[in-house]
């Protein structure tokens, strides 16, 4: 393996123990997608098998289950996408003279962003970033001393990295959204990034430099300025705040509007 394969390989085991501990799991995910992360989910709902409808739910589930392959085979796909990092901080995906232009405040312990990044990128990569449709700006938006820590990092590791770091994260808040106090917080993020070689001494020399410290500070200020955006995920398209369109069945419709 190269080693880039070697680090994907290293962070899809890491990924997939989180899901086996319910760290990471579609029903956890779809009582936050109603709300951007800090609001509160109404309670799922459910179906009775023995109603008249179960022939028809029946055949819902097995529409449902090529979709998820669908979607499976969309992230493969997305794990060897090339991310672009600009000088303010942000990752972008896709071609600069794309005629969409569309920007995502994220916060990395954000369980909705999280929806965003499993279920609707990969979509959204396959169906129009890939195809020059839709350029895609990154952007984080931190919202606490954890997200401070893991934003340093990402922005301090190697650019090639940011994919797989960013998933390995997104898949793991519970084990490093703990506390304020940012020695501790550093230890957390830490123990998580070990998986990717990126030990403590390292994550506690990204938080501590000046440079980054200043970029996440600009997003974070501009974010407020330019968008007044108070939560995570914003989806901003051509200049517009877009409601609740880290939900795929929400954003594609709107993208077919604009092309």
Same mark, same amino acid.
């Given at each position: 393996?190269? =080693?880039? =394969?070697? #680090? ?5 085991? %890491?990924?997939? @123990? ?42 819902? &589930? ?14 493969? *796909? !997305? ?6 990092? !600009? ?16 920007? %995502? ?10 929806? #965003?990044?499993? #279920? ?15 350029? !895609?700006?990154?952007?984080? #938006? ?12 990402? =922005? ?11 998933? *390995? ?8 959204? +703990?506390?304020? &106090? ?5 230890? &957390? ?5 070990? @998986? ?12 501590? &430099?000046?440079?980054?410290?200043? +970029?996440?500070? %600009? ?35 709107? *993208?077919?509007?604009? !092309?």
């Amino acid at each position: 393996m190269t =080693n880039i =394969n070697m #680090f994907e390989f290293t962070l899809s085991m %890491a990924i997939a @123990r989180a899901r086996r501990a319910g760290q990471f799991g579609l029903i956890g995910f779809t009582a936050l997608v109603v709300a951007s992360c800090g609001d509160e989910a109404g309670p799922a709902q459910s179906r009775d098998p023995s109603t008249p409808q179960q022939l028809a739910e029946t055949e819902a &589930d097995g529409e449902a289950g090529d979709q998820e392959a669908e979607r499976e085979a969309a992230k493969e *796909l !997305l794990k060897a996408a090339s991310f672009r990092r !600009l000088e303010s901080g942000a990752h972008v995906l896709g071609s600069p003279s794309a005629p969409i232009k569309m920007i %995502a405040y994220e916060s990395y312990s954000c369980g909705a962003c999280a929806y #965003f990044e499993e #279920f609707t990128l990969p979509l959204l990569y396959r169906d129009y970033i890939q195809a020059g449709k839709v350029e !895609l700006e990154i952007r984080s #938006f931190p919202r606490h001393t954890p997200d401070i820590v893991a934003t340093s990092v990402l =922005n301090c590791s190697s650019v090639e990295r940011y994919g797989a770091l960013s998933r *390995l994260l997104f898949a793991t808040p519970k084990e490093w959204v +703990k506390t304020q &106090d940012q020695d501790q917080a550093i230890q &957390d993020v830490a123990s998580v990034t070990k @998986r990717a070689g990126i030990g403590e001494r390292v994550v506690r020399r990204c938080v501590e &430099d000046d440079a980054i410290k200043q +970029k996440i500070t %600009a997003l974070y200020s501009d974010a407020i300025k330019t968008y007044s955006v108070t939560a995570t995920p914003t989806i901003i398209l051509d200049g517009d705040i877009t409601e609740r369109a880290h939900i795929w069945e929400t954003l594609e419709p709107i *993208l077919q509007g604009k !092309l």
